[in-house]
């Protein structure tokens, strides 16, 4: 059964547009709400995260919305870039052993 | 850009064949981890370590092993590899003693069998 639930699977935006992802939850112990970004031939890496008690963090042109009652959190890139194209992993975590799981993933092309 | 290393980068082998995939950090992280990736895919846990001596299987099952004998390092092996066994091998760690959830990635292995 999976934990987290990520959709779309690819999104192709224009230069400048926004990139919505979204990811869908139902264990309400998830206590750890991060996205990971990775780029073919590299490991992910963090882009940014939130926790349950804050609505939304932007850092730059990223930003994570949390909505705890509908158990959904989504990434936003505004004026994305093609830079930005890359692979995007939503990720949960709860209790003592703090274990990431991860996403399917979604493939993001930003077209110059 | 994260000081967690893994070799080799690519390994094309041979069914039966024992490897050893190697990952070091040097970040002094207490907690250790290996994923398996199909390309593009999602990331699978197949093993973590709290520490020294410790380890653990993760939530997909894999014929492979894993030792942690110094807290830097954390070799993954497969005593007989078969083609089921060809993705990508990501080694990861974190600051778990600290109680920060970030884990930090290196840059895979990606095994073919043939």
């Known amino acids: 059964q999976q934990q987290v639930k990520q959709s779309p699977q690819s999104l192709i935006v224009q230069k400048g547009g926004i990139s919505i992802i979204n990811c869908a939850y139902e264990?309400?112990?998830?206590?750890?709400f991060p996205w990971y970004q990775q780029f073919p031939g590299k490991g992910p890496a963090l882009l940014i995260a939130i926790r349950p008690d804050v609505s939304e963090k932007k850092e730059g042109r990223f930003t994570i919305s949390f909505n705890k009652s509908a158990k959904q959190f989504s990434l936003h890139i505004m004026d994305s870039q093609p830079g930005d194209s890359a692979t995007y992993f939503c990720a949960v975590s709860s209790g003592s052993a703090r274990q990431l799981t991860f996403g399917s993933g979604t493939q993001l092309t930003v077209l110059p | 850009e994260a000081d967690i290393y893994q070799t080799p980068r690519y390994l094309v082998i041979g069914t039966g064949k024992k490897i050893t995939l190697e990952c070091s950090q040097t970040?002094?992280?207490?907690?250790m981890y290996w994923y398996q990736q199909d390309p593009g895919m999602e990331l699978h846990l197949i093993h973590y370590?709290?520490?020294?001596?410790?380890?653990e299987k993760g939530d997909l099952s894999s014929e492979s092993t894993v030792s942690r004998i110094r807290t830097e390092h954390f070799p993954l092996t497969l005593e007989s590899a078969r083609p089921s066994h060809t993705s990508q091998y990501l080694c990861?760690?974190?600051?778990?003693?600290?109680?920060?959830?970030?884990?930090?990635f290196g840059p895979g292995t990606r095994l073919t069998v043939l």
């Open positions: 264990n309400t112990a998830f206590d750890y």
């Open positions: 370590s709290y520490g020294v001596n410790s380890t």
């Open positions: 990861a760690s974190s600051d778990f003693s600290r109680g920060t959830d970030t884990q930090y």
């Open positions: 970040m002094g992280h207490d907690k």
